[in-house]
């Protein structure tokens, strides 16, 4: 049982220390008379992994429920993007596309443009991720 408690921890701390991890948010405009505050940034917050250096998956809130999301970068800048809750995860499918703008080697804006599959008019959104 020592060994491989050994064997995991061994495991699991390669994994982290090989791993790139990213947090992600989009930032959201405040409606009407409400003005900017911390939650327009914190409240579609989220952790993603990266596989390998194109691929990214990780879960993101969105107001009080969990979103799966995943990204494929095209080459440096150009990411295609996917989120779905974690309830319906089919009916509530979002894709979209977008671009990295580096702001310093870590940190980076990025605008996009996302829509429903069952055919919404789409937003525009803008993002913002640092990478460890």
Do not use: H
Not at 49 to 72: H, P, S
Not at 81 to 94: G, I, K, P, T, V
Not at 112 to 118: A, I, K, P, R, W
Request: net charge negative; hydrophobic share 45%; glycine share 8%.
């Amino acid at each position: 049982m020592k060994k491989l408690f050994l064997t995991m921890t061994i495991a699991l701390f390669t994994l982290i220390a090989s791993a790139q991890f990213t947090v992600v948010s989009t930032v959201i405009e405040p409606e009407g008379d409400d003005s900017w505050g911390i939650e327009n940034f914190t409240n579609n917050m989220g952790v993603a992994y990266t596989i390998n250096d194109n691929m990214a998956v990780g879960v993101m809130k969105d107001g009080e429920d969990f979103d799966l999301f995943g990204r494929y970068a095209m080459n440096n800048n150009i990411f295609i993007a996917a989120q779905a809750s974690m309830e319906d995860m089919f009916d509530n499918l979002r894709m979209g596309i977008g671009y990295s703008f580096a702001v310093c080697p870590a940190f980076f804006i990025e605008p996009n443009y996302t829509m429903n599959l069952e055919g919404d008019n789409g937003k525009f959104n803008v993002g913002l991720s640092y990478k460890f």
